[in-house]
């Protein structure tokens, strides 16, 4: 008998252990940035599940200081040296390309991210409306230059510098 509880005792240790270690058990999914275009970006994106969307964030290195533009893209595929075999960017609703914070864009529109003076870029945003399910298996770009919100049909934000397939956590 005690010896049965010992063993119950530490599967249920194991258990809570490997829950803390995933973040509590919550759905996620993660993308490990690679270098495009050139470039020397590396980093990590992860999107975690919450009710009514998504919470992503990211750290990165190897960026010039300032803003990039951020993107899910439609493909998991960073094969291209360029990046461009991601495609465009993730649009299920057929919309214009636009600023994250309205309606009117593309699902895969997200706010541009910022690197320091070092190159680093630490962010965390939540992403209204969108789902794990619908992300898995695409990807996330960092570009070489700032989001406008406005240019079609990608923000006029330049090479792309960073690619990461969105996989299941």
Do not use: W
Not at 61 to 81: M, N
Not at 89 to 108: E, I, L, T
Not at 142 to 169: E, F, L, M, T, W
């Amino acid at each position: 008998m005690k010896k049965m509880l010992v063993v119950a005792s530490s599967l249920l240790l194991a258990n809570l252990l490997s829950a803390c270690a995933t973040g509590g058990g919550a759905p996620s999914a993660r993308a490990v940035l690679e270098a495009r275009s050139g470039s020397s970006v590396a980093g990590e994106v992860v999107f975690t599940g919450q009710p009514g969307g998504l919470r992503v964030t990211v750290a990165a290195s190897g960026l010039s200081p300032g803003e990039h533009g951020f993107h899910i893209h439609e493909i998991g595929d960073c094969s291209a040296p360029d990046a461009t075999s991601a495609k465009g960017h993730y649009n299920p609703a057929g919309k214009a390309h636009g600023h994250h914070a309205s309606n009117d864009r593309h699902g895969g529109d997200l706010p541009n991210l910022t690197a320091d003076a070092r190159g680093e870029a630490r962010f965390a945003a939540d992403l209204p409306g969108l789902t794990l399910d619908e992300i898995y298996g695409r990807s996330v770009v960092i570009h070489a230059d700032p989001d406008d919100y406005k240019s079609q049909p990608a923000g006029n934000s330049g090479k792309r510098v960073a690619c990461g397939v969105i996989v299941r956590r």
